[in-house]
């Protein structure tokens, strides 16, 4: 059962030889692993800790960034951090990121397929760096500034305010910033 590296939720001892540290907990008679990290058997005190694997950032929560969406499901967006909104600094390329559905506007929406796409270029704010970079695009600031067509993959464009293919001559939905009107070509009739 003695391992060195240890998941969230691997059993790492059982309750009756070593007692539960940091990083761990015990249900039923075995101690579980509640972090990502390396395993600690302290023979002396007869406990088990699980020292937490830091990803290393470098970036901070209340960081505003630009990636791109590398994946969507129900629940979340995957996002590939690109770099960090307004400073030009340049974060570890892709760095992997999500926004909860829950955190994806500030209207309530219940499948964030419908908001955002694969491919979509999102300005997302920083909430937590560890154990995973969480992201949120809550605030009217936040959320697709450009967008390619479902469709036929060209950069969508500004149509009064909403995403349009001029090739495919369809209207596509996004949870947009408000600004994205910067970023997206407008549409010229
Ligand atoms: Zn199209």
Redesign the pocket.
Known sequence: MKRELALPGDRIAAGEEYMPGPGTYETEGVIYAAVAGSVKFDEAEKTVTVLEARRVSRLKPGDMVVGEVTGVSNSLANIAVCAVDGIGRQVGAGEAGAVHVSKLSENYTEDARKEYRTGDIVRALVLQVSPSLQLSTREPNLGVIKAR??????TLKNRSGKLY?S??E?QEYRKLADDFARFTPEYRE
């Open positions: 067509c479902g469709k036929c993959r060209n293919c090739d495919c369809r």
